[in-house]
Nanobody, 126 residues
Framework: VQLQASGGGSVQAGGSLRLSCAAS????????MGWFRQAPGKEREFVAG????????AYRDSVKGRFTISRDNAKNTVYLQMNSLKPEDTAVYYC????????????????????WGQGTQVTVSS
């Protein structure tokens, strides 16, 4: 599966952005989808994740209540709505797809995701 992230940009603190991740190729699998981010000089970190059926989501603590992950399987697209953005949210954001193994998955571990998009830059100014 190929992933294409878009929607990044530059906003002022308190603003909003909506990231999209379009999947193509072998999209018939029940992928778990995740958003990660990486700031300069820092490790890539988990932001949010969602199961195929959207029955389970997860967020890192610092974005809870501000970010919302959702997906439209008919469009093979996952979204990350980001509100009340802060300068510390500045990073390159990546979407990723994970195939559950034996019905199990782990939202937050990068090594469980086998497919990655190219990243989209989000810059939040104070």
């Amino acid at each position: 599966v190929q992933l294409q992230a878009s929607g990044g940009g530059s906003v002022q603190a308190g603003g909003s952005l909506r990231l999209s991740c379009a999947a193509s190729g072998r999209t018939s699998s029940n992928y778990v989808m995740g958003w990660f981010r990486q700031a300069p000089g820092k490790e890539r970190e988990f932001v949010a994740g969602i199961t195929w059926s959207s029955d389970s989501t997860a967020y890192r603590d610092s974005v809870k209540g501000r970010f919302t992950i959702s997906r439209d399987n008919a469009k093979n697209t996952v979204y990350l709505q980001m509100n009340s953005l802060k300068p510390e949210d500045t990073a390159v954001y990546y979407c990723a797809a994970q195939v559950p193994v034996g019905g199990t998955y782990v939202f937050s571990r990068t090594n469980r995701y086998g497919y990655w998009g190219q990243g989209t830059q989000v810059t939040v100014s104070s």
